[in-house]
């Protein structure tokens, strides 16, 4: 499969939440690489909706905010409508690299879901306790996922549309990670994780992207759902 077939019938799903000063950079970076992109606007009080229209993207709003996990699944149900054959999840944040692409999506020709592993890969702007904390909360996700991962929380993933159902968030905030995990042991779909970047900003840290957040998307899947 060329590229440019690749770009042609894959999308990539955006949840965004207050993100105007990061979303026109990440949307601009994949519609100029020739991506399809749906930015999910969860209910925002500022102009990510406008900024992310300008840069290239197809915007649909939630009316409040209703999570991560409620954000991705809309963007993804208005994908496949539009016939998709190939779904991306993306950060809106910045920690995501648009060059990894290329990559996760060569992966499905052999799988039916690539994971996106900073680990395999490379991580920018981390601390070593964020680090300690990422590769702690992978080792719990394992033991009760029954996957074998080097990166359980990696929010960039890519995965054939016929697949879609079995892996349907029904985990409206943080702990959809846990719970598309979960599903993808259940579906017996074939997996892989495949190598990408995630770059740490002062941008994502003030949104609270800290490494207690992964500990928090496993305590409120498996305890509390």
Known sequence: MSLVDARAGTWVVVAAYNEEAAIAAVVGDLARAGWNVVVVDDGSHDDT????????????????????????????????????????????????????????????????????SRFLGSIVGASRRRRAFLRAATTVSNRLAGLPLTDAHCGLRAFRAEVATHLRMTQDRMAHASELLANLRRSGARWVEVPVTVRYTEHSARKGQHGLQAVRVLFDYWFRS
């Open 49 to 116: 909706a406008s900024s992310a229209s300008t840069a290239g993207a197809i915007v649909l709003r939630h009316a409040i905010n209703r999570g991560q996990g409620a954000a991705l699944q809309t963007g993804i149900d208005f994908a496949l409508a539009r016939g998709a054959k190939r779904l991306v999840t993306f950060d809106a944040d910045g920690q995501h690299d648009a060059g990894d692409l290329p990559a996760l999506i060569a992966a499905l020709d052999d799988a039916d879901v690539a994971l996106g």
